[in-house]
């Protein structure tokens, strides 16, 4: 299943472009497994030289081994809006998860996604990271639409729990308008952990089809363990 993801995301790569809000409609702070810490509070910022600013704040806690939860409010100029959502691991690398996000300030129709996310270690420095996600409600599918895809993989090079560089590819395409808004993004992240405060520093290239919002954007996030 996985070598078929890998080869589904490569295929995306070559028709296709542009980061869609699914990806960043979760409680953590990107596609991750566990967090570093029981507890953690992050913050950040996130613009682009065409896109709008928004400001993530967000904090996740596990309630034990196999389950965690947690809470992002994203503050856009034009909106605001809050996601709560929760893990169940299946294993310590892989989990299902729920995410609901809804409008504080405007009328908004809310939505609800679904994650599956496994982890493989290849290597004593060296993991990947597989995710398929289905989103739901016109909250994250927008008007005349039922369901919102998104696949990806994240390879991670890990030097010690230090310094991490990752590379992640992630698509999107709503069901019954595909061609228009099939999107892909390449998202080279760095992240150092200095005393246990990770600093991460994150870009966003769209690629191809010019006409479906060829976004650049950079981000930079600070993720504080609290416990």
Known sequence: MMKKLILFSIILTFNVFALDRIWDTRYTNGPEIRGQSKMVLGAGLRTGKDTDFFVPVHFQGSVNEDAEFGAKLFYYSDNTHLNI????YLSPNSYIGLDVPFMINKNFKGGLIVTYSKENHI???F?????????FFEGVTGPDAYVKFETGFMPTLNFGGVFLAMAELTSSFTAGHFQEDFMVDILPKLEVNISGTRL?????FGILQESNNNQRSIGFYALIPLK
């Open 123 to 125: 290597a004593k420095i």
């Open 127 to 135: 993991s990947n990271l597989y995710e398929l996600r289905a989103g």
């Open 200 to 204: 991460r520093l994150e870009f966003d």
């Open 85 to 88: 959502g929760a893990k169940a």
